[in-house]
């Protein structure tokens, strides 16, 4: 898959386009099965399992939030995991003919989609089992309800959404990191090779060396089977984390300078600035849970760390351009 993955993102972004359409069209089509098929069941409508229906099952087994906010935070983590790389939209249609229009329709549309595709699905699931049911953990979610339901074939059915899901995830960090990584190298910021274009206007070492990244991580995973992924997600959580952290506040320092300027935006963000203060104010939480927290401490220390590294880095850098080569330049 990386070597097929690799082979289409070397040409046109169209064709990340058109990977990432059908990919997300399986995805699409089997979130809103699975919502339909739930929705009947809470309503008493699915003929397969004419027992369950109703909401009971959110509200019974000690009720909401049973196991305290640690856990709340724990899941947070989760998702942030989950949904870290969902701005590829805006990256992607940056390259589009209308990058303005399109990049408005994109966003909005994340916001929209995750709140019908994963809050929606979620609500349901549960609702139709309960919270600390074994076969959740056994099965994975949707597997499990639909067993619950009585569907035939769920195994089935999951191992080809979830083989296609990971498809559209290796094709969407491959194409991020590849423009990431051309982006650094425009600014200086890396080797300037991986800033080269093809005739397609597609940075070719760029892909090449992401790629790389990526076989390194499948090979990884061979080596240490069950460990990288545990790894992977407490430590790209809290990167993600902190990327959002620093997305946040140049957000906040940027507009209030834009508009200081008496600049007017044609895309805002909604009630500035309290939900960019929210938003910072939650992620603060979290880091700090993760710090206080022996299942994540080791990794939040060693991603710290790294933001060290690179903050520090970038100070040099920085200084460097700012003062050591105009000095040399006017000494020649």
């Known amino acids: 898959i990386m070597t097929f993955l690799t082979f289409t993102n070397l040409f046109n972004v169209k064709n990340f386009g058109e990977f990432e359409f059908w990919f997300a069209l399986i995805k699409v089509i089997a979130i809103v099965a699975f919502i339909i098929v739930a929705g009947m069941a809470v309503f008493g409508w699915w003929p397969l399992a004419p027992e369950i229906s109703g909401i009971s099952k959110i509200y019974e087994n000690k009720g909401f939030m049973p196991n305290g906010f640690g856990a709340v935070l724990a899941g947070v983590l989760v998702t942030i ?44 699931v549960v609702a139709l089992v309960d919270w600390n049911s074994p076969g959740l953990k056994e099965m994975g979610t949707f597997q499990y309800v639909l067993s619950v339901l009585n569907i035939p074939g769920t195994k089935a059915i999951m191992d080809i959404v979830v083989f296609v899901a990971v498809c559209s995830c290796m094709n969407s960090g491959l194409y991020i990191a590849s423009r990431m990584l051309f982006s650094l190298g425009t600014r200086g910021d890396a080797p300037p090779s991986v800033a080269k274009l093809t005739n397609q206007s597609v940075p070719k070492v760029a892909v090449l060396v992401s790629s790389i990244a990526g076989f390194i991580g499948a090979f990884a995973n061979y080596a240490f089977p069950g460990q990288v992924f545990g790894f992977l997600l407490s430590t790209t959580g809290a990167i993600a984390l902190i990327v959002y952290l620093v997305i946040a506040i140049s957000q906040y320092r940027m507009r209030i300078k834009y ?31 993760m710090i206080a927290s022996p299942d994540y401490r080791y990794e939040t220390f060693l991603t710290l760390g790294v933001t060290g590294i690179i903050l520090v880095a970038s100070f040099v850098v920085t200084n460097k351009r700012t003062y050591i080569k105009p000095w040399k330049q006017l000494e020649k």
Not at 94 to 104: F, G, H, L, N
Not at 274 to 282: C, E, K, P, R
């Open 259 to 289: 508009e200081a300027l008496g600049k007017q935006l044609d895309f805002k963000m909604w009630c500035f600035p309290w939900m960019t203060w929210v938003v910072i104010f939650f992620i603060i939480v979290v880091l700090s849970y």
């Open 81 to 124: 995991f989950s949904f870290f790389g969902a701005e590829v939209v805006s990256i992607a249609a940056a390259e589009s003919k209308d990058p303005q229009k399109q990049i408005r329709r994109a966003t909005n549309l994340v916001i929209y989609r995750i709140a019908l595709f994963y809050l929606l699905s979620i609500f349901l």
